[in-house]
């Protein structure tokens, strides 16, 4: 923890009035907010920040990340662009080609509009025998060739690899490309940086691939920022358990800023693969499996794994998309107790809504992904537009609702998350927002990307972010409030006291 003051800032309510009051000065002591007035005396040795009128909020918190694929992401072949099957095998047959066995590894497509299955067979034809993985946007599926699969100890076949056979699989692709330096402490620290650049003091890192150890290697060598909040999966609970550690509890004594996290279960798919578990069928659900989508695991297991969470004191993340989903989650966490968190909610059926509240659990939602998922979720689960993404039912309940871009299938960007949330929509597009009355407002939305802090204040945790513009100033439409959060930037981020961002 450190020592800091500022000078002359202007402090953002979070609830009530919507203008930032005169400024005044802020204190940070051993990491705590200790005052908070003008003409703040300084103590001897505390170094002194000057304002200059700027705005003052608690640091931002993003609340789902897969901080080691978001890392890799910026480095892997962005195939977002990728419109068909035939444009994919386009741009492998062209990287192929360029260098010759070298492993392609994209990022980022989205298949679920396309009008037909993509086969191993044709991305063989263009790839011979370099290996090639294609993840999909959405992470849940990834389209390999031959070489790939076998490389991955999967076996043949003409279709993708879907759901946990590829969540499984994802914790050998290092090995196959090589691409361990990507995701080292340095690698990590400019990831970190970037963040911290946004306003950003806090994560919870969802990564699959990783483990308490990693982390704790990695922030000795140079990736310790900003708070990380680590999530463990069903194989390693039983680790967690046996070394002691409940949700909270530092994983490097001495350090509050990495700390253990919630248990992550992915209880269902997703929209894009149509996977995610749904009350009703996808609209061309006849060429599904399961016309539904389907639950990753039976009840009683996912209501074994929170029973077994919750007496250790670990809280729980559940995702959960498709409306059936969110139910059986609940279900879930009102049988056994649990705490923690519903993951997504993308869907939701109107009476689950205040069983969210009454349960007392967070709803971790990514705005974000209704800018991609918008004509999609049309396409596929026509008429239930109405309860996707639907923050203002959950907010009118007493949800308590935060943010997050589950990165990388989203931009690691709060800004982005909070201008979704209001607008509803892509700013560029001529169309009017997607179920406006589902929106948020600006200040809404800020409230849910700070980890509940409630404002900056004395005995507030001293993590901040100094703006160089009012994240909340008049606007006139919902469109122009969220374009002027996009534009936000950042003049400095404070984690305990101690700046972590200082803009040239």
């Given at each position: 923890m450190a020592d800091l003051l500022l000078r002359e800032v202007r402090v953002v309510p979070l609830a009530g009035g919507t203008r930032a009051g005169d400024p005044v000065d802020v204190l940070v002591t051993d990491g705590v907010v200790t005052a908070l007035a003008p003409d703040v005396r300084r103590p001897d040795g505390v170094e002194e920040?000057?304002?200059?009128?700027?705005?003052?909020?608690?640091?931002?918190?993003?609340?789902?990340?897969?901080?080691?694929?978001?890392?890799?992401?910026?480095?892997?072949?962005?195939?977002?662009?990728?419109?068909?099957?035939?444009?994919?095998?386009?741009?492998?047959?062209?990287?192929?080609?360029a260098e010759p066995g070298r492993p392609v590894i994209g990022w980022g497509h989205r298949p679920g509009a396309w009008t037909r299955d993509p086969t191993v067979a044709e991305l063989d034809a263009v790839s011979g025998v370099t290996p090639v993985v294609l993840i999909a946007g959405d992470a849940h599926h990834a389209w390999l060739n031959s070489a790939a699969l076998a490389a991955l100890g999967l076996g043949a076949r003409e279709e993708v690899v879907r759901e946990n056979e590829w969540f499984d699989a994802y914790e050998r692709l290092s090995a196959l490309t090589g691409e361990d330096g990507a995701v080292g402490p340095a690698a990590y620290r400019a990831t970190l940086d970037d963040a911290a650049s946004r306003g950003v003091v806090g994560l919870v890192d969802l990564e699959f691939s990783d483990g308490i150890d990693a982390w704790v290697e990695r922030w000795h060598a140079g990736a310790a920022l900003l708070r990380v909040r680590h999530g463990a999966y069903a194989p390693s609970l039983e680790d967690v358990v046996g070394r002691g550690l409940r949700t909270g509890a530092p994983l490097v004594p001495g350090d509050d800023r990495l700390v253990m996290g919630p248990l992550k279960i992915i209880s269902d798919g997703s929209l894009n693969t149509r996977t995610a578990w749904c009350c009703e069928p996808y609209a061309d659900g006849d060429r599904l499996d399961h016309p539904r989508g389907a639950a990753n695991l039976p009840a009683h297991e996912l209501q074994a794994l929170l029973a077994r969470a919750h007496m250790s004191g670990l809280h729980v993340a559940t995702h959960a998309i498709g409306d059936a989903a969110v139910t059986a989650a609940l279900d879930a966490y009102a049988a056994t107790g649990a705490l923690g968190s519903v993951e997504h909610a993308q869907l939701v059926a109107r009476d689950d809504v205040p069983r969210l509240a009454a349960l007392g659990l967070r709803a971790s939602v990514q705005p974000s992904h209704l800018l991609d998922d918008?004509?999609?979720?049309?396409?596929?689960?026509?008429?239930?537009?109405?309860?996707?993404?639907?923050?203002?039912?959950?907010?009118?309940?007493?949800?308590?609702?935060?943010?997050?871009?589950?990165?990388?299938?989203?931009?690691?960007?709060?800004?982005?998350?909070?201008?979704?949330?209001?607008?509803?929509?892509?700013?560029?597009?001529?169309?009017?927002?997607?179920?406006?009355?589902?929106?948020?407002?600006?200040?809404?939305?800020?409230?849910?990307?700070?980890?509940?802090?409630?404002?900056?204040?004395v005995g507030s945790v001293g993590d901040l972010a100094l703006l160089d513009h009012d994240p909340l100033a008049p606007a006139g439409s919902a469109r122009e409030a969220a374009a002027a959060l996009c534009r936000t930037t950042v003049a400095l981020t404070v984690v305990g006291g101690r700046v972590v961002h200082r803009a040239p």
């Open positions: 920040v000057a304002g200059g009128g700027r705005w003052l909020v608690p640091g931002l918190w993003d609340q789902h990340v897969h901080l080691g694929q978001w890392t890799l992401a910026r480095a892997r072949v962005d195939t977002a662009a990728v419109a068909t099957p035939e444009e994919a095998c386009a741009l492998v047959a062209d990287l192929v080609s918008r004509d999609l979720t049309e396409l596929i689960w026509p008429g239930r537009g109405d309860r996707s993404f639907a923050f203002r039912w959950m907010l009118d309940a007493g949800v308590r609702l935060v943010l997050g871009s589950d990165a990388p299938v989203s931009p690691l960007d709060p800004w982005l998350s909070m201008a979704a949330a209001v607008h509803r929509g892509v700013l560029d597009d001529e169309r009017d927002a997607w179920h406006p009355e589902q929106a948020l407002t600006a200040q809404e939305a800020l409230a849910a990307s700070v980890d509940e802090q409630p404002t900056v204040a």
